[in-house]
């Protein structure tokens, strides 16, 4: 039987959130960001291995300075965005 890859991926933009919400698992004080040459390098990977649908978490991905810059490549290799 041949082994199929899942062609799923989440990816971390960042631990920053502007919510303050109690019930948050991300507690973090220091706010780490996924820097967008990373992404770029990452995002060679993706096309490589097909990959079909990618889930973006963070503290709050959205408030990523280049989110929408992410989005839009992700969207061009005909991968399924979720945030």
């Not at 799923?8 to 820097?35: D, F, R």
């Not at 990977?45 to 097909?50: A, E």
């Not at 959205?62 to 945030?83: D, Y």
Request: aromatic share 8%.
């Amino acid at each position: 039987m041949r082994h199929q890859l899942c062609n799923i991926v989440t990816l971390n933009l960042n631990t920053t959130c502007n919510l303050h919400c109690k019930w948050c698992y991300n507690q973090e004080k220091q706010h780490k960001l996924l820097k967008f040459e990373l992404f770029v390098k990452f995002y060679d990977d993706i096309i490589k291995n097909n990959v079909t649908s990618m889930t973006l978490i963070g503290g709050e991905p959205t408030i990523h300075p280049q989110f929408v810059e992410i989005v839009k490549k992700i969207g061009r290799a005909s991968c399924r965005e979720r945030v």
